[in-house]
């Protein structure tokens, strides 16, 4: 991680100074987007035996627009300061069936194809129905059995130490950004159409995207009524961080990557990558 001095904008100070993190400053927006392309691409690639799904190609594209197209919302704040971040490191939330959920950060997820974000997700997922995990959804289970009483002082005792100084906590295993850039989450899977989700203060996130479930529509294509395949995304926004331009572009680049299904299944080296 690295400190950039323009990404101090003036709004950007006056809303750290204003807004409580991040409880005052969400915003919420709602788009739609065409995925047939890509529903057509996975149908092809399941007949060829290659499991993929939507989430791993939204993954993809969400990654590669923040790290290419939008920068400078790829970044949070650490005592009053904007700090950016270095990749666009999905946080990927995960149904492995019923009730049961599992999360993991897809490191420098705009290098990665949609087949590599399946891959390491099956794997993480695998892992879950055994009985084991890593990360921040591992040390869950050790601060639950905390008594109540202190477990509040002990959960901003870690947060302080894990996001406001930037230091690992090595006796639960958490590295110091263990969220990632921004997160991920399918509800769809369960039947949902639109959803509101919650910004996850400490994970230090301007923006949590929820994709809802897809629906055939009728729409204008070269001026021809067609039907395709609509899927809804619903994105929390920290407004310290986010504003209406910025969440436009950001939109647009996940809507067009979208359209090409095939390079999104490519591994993606960019121009400015580390």
Not at 176 to 187: A, E, W, Y
Request: hydrophobic share 45%; net charge positive; proline share 6%.
């Amino acid at each position: 991680m690295s400190k950039t001095k323009n990404l101090m904008s003036s709004w950007r100070q006056l809303a750290i100074a204003t807004y409580v993190a991040p409880k005052d400053s969400r915003i919420y927006g709602t788009y739609e987007v065409d995925v047939t392309s890509v529903l057509e691409y996975i149908k092809e690639k399941k007949a060829a035996g290659i499991h993929l799904t939507i989430t791993y190609f939204v993954a993809a594209a969400i990654a590669r627009a923040l790290y290419e197209d939008m920068p400078e919302v790829n970044c949070f704040i650490r005592r009053g300061q904007v700090v950016a971040r270095e990749n666009a490191d999905l946080f990927l939330s995960v149904n492995v069936g019923g009730t049961a959920m599992t999360g993991l950060v897809l490191r420098k997820c705009q290098e990665l194809s949609a087949t590599e974000i399946g891959q390491i997700t099956q794997k993480v997922v695998e892992k879950k129905r055994q009985g084991e995990e890593e990360g921040a959804f591992a040390a869950k289970d050790k601060l639950a059995k905390i008594p109540w009483p202190f477990r509040r002082p002990v959960f901003l005792f870690i947060k302080w130490w894990i996001f406001d100084m930037g230091w690992a906590f090595p006796f639960l295993k958490i590295k110091p950004d263990p969220f990632g850039s921004i997160m991920l989450t399918n509800i769809g899977t369960f039947g949902l159409h639109t959803g509101m989700p919650a910004l996850f203060p400490i994970g230090k996130l301007p923006a949590v995207v929820a994709m809802g479930k897809i629906t055939k529509k009728p729409v204008v294509v070269d001026d021809r009524i067609v039907i395709r395949d609509i899927l809804p995304l619903t994105g929390t926004f920290d407004h310290r961080i986010v504003d209406g331009y910025q969440a436009g572009v950001l939109t647009k680049g996940v809507e067009r990557r979208l359209q090409d299904p095939v390079t999104l299944d490519r591994p993606n080296i960019p121009a400015n990558s580390n």
